[in-house]
């Protein structure tokens, strides 16, 4: 049986960049972020706005270490590469939560990884944002 891992990400104070620097700059951060995103988790691997600033990345056959270190290295890269928009640099982190199940487990396997994966990501931004949680 197949395995998948599934992140989901959330821009840490998104909020304050539309209230700071208003929604234009905004949704050039979540272009922006949407391309670093998919430019990082191109073979095989699904990415996908959920909403806001939320992303979902589906990872199939990818084991949890792998995963975890994947996200850990996407997370650093926006600490090393700050977002330039109109001369203006803005520092940006991401909270992840992170889940993975085996692939056929049961019919409602997609929802609780969803489920698992969006706890995780909760867990994330309670410890203080700006890191990778797995779901246990």
Same mark, same amino acid.
């Given at each position: 049986?197949?395995?998948?891992? $599934?992140?989901?990400?959330?821009?840490?104070?998104?909020?304050?960049?539309?209230?700071?620097?208003?929604?234009?700059?905004?949704?050039?951060? +979540?272009?922006?972020?949407?391309?670093?995103?998919?430019?990082?988790?191109?073979?095989?691997?699904?990415?996908?706005? +959920? /909403?806001?600033?939320?992303?979902?990345?589906?990872?199939?056959?990818? &084991?949890?270490?792998?995963?975890? %270190?994947?996200? &850990?290295?996407?997370?650093? %890269? +926006?600490?090393?590469?700050?977002?330039?928009?109109?001369?203006?640099?803005?520092?940006?982190? %991401?909270?992840?939560?992170?889940?993975?199940? &085996?692939? /056929?487990?049961?019919?409602?396997?997609? &929802?609780?990884?969803?489920?698992?994966?969006?706890?995780?990501?909760?867990?994330?931004?309670?410890?203080?944002?700006?890191?990778?949680? $797995?779901? %246990?």
């Amino acid at each position: 049986m197949s395995i998948i891992s $599934v992140a989901m990400l959330d821009i840490d104070f998104f909020k304050r960049v539309n209230d700071t620097h208003g929604h234009d700059i905004g949704d050039i951060v +979540l272009k922006e972020f949407a391309h670093r995103l998919s430019n990082k988790f191109k073979q095989d691997c699904i990415v996908a706005r +959920l /909403g806001g600033e939320e992303f979902v990345v589906a990872m199939p056959g990818v &084991e949890c270490d792998t995963a975890t %270190s994947l996200m &850990e290295e996407f997370r650093e %890269s +926006l600490l090393t590469l700050p977002f330039i928009i109109d001369d203006m640099q803005l520092d940006i982190s %991401s909270s992840i939560g992170l889940a993975v199940t &085996e692939v /056929g487990k049961s019919a409602s396997m997609i &929802e609780d990884l969803l489920k698992s994966a969006d706890l995780a990501l909760y867990r994330a931004k309670s410890e203080g944002r700006n890191k990778v949680c $797995v779901a %246990s």
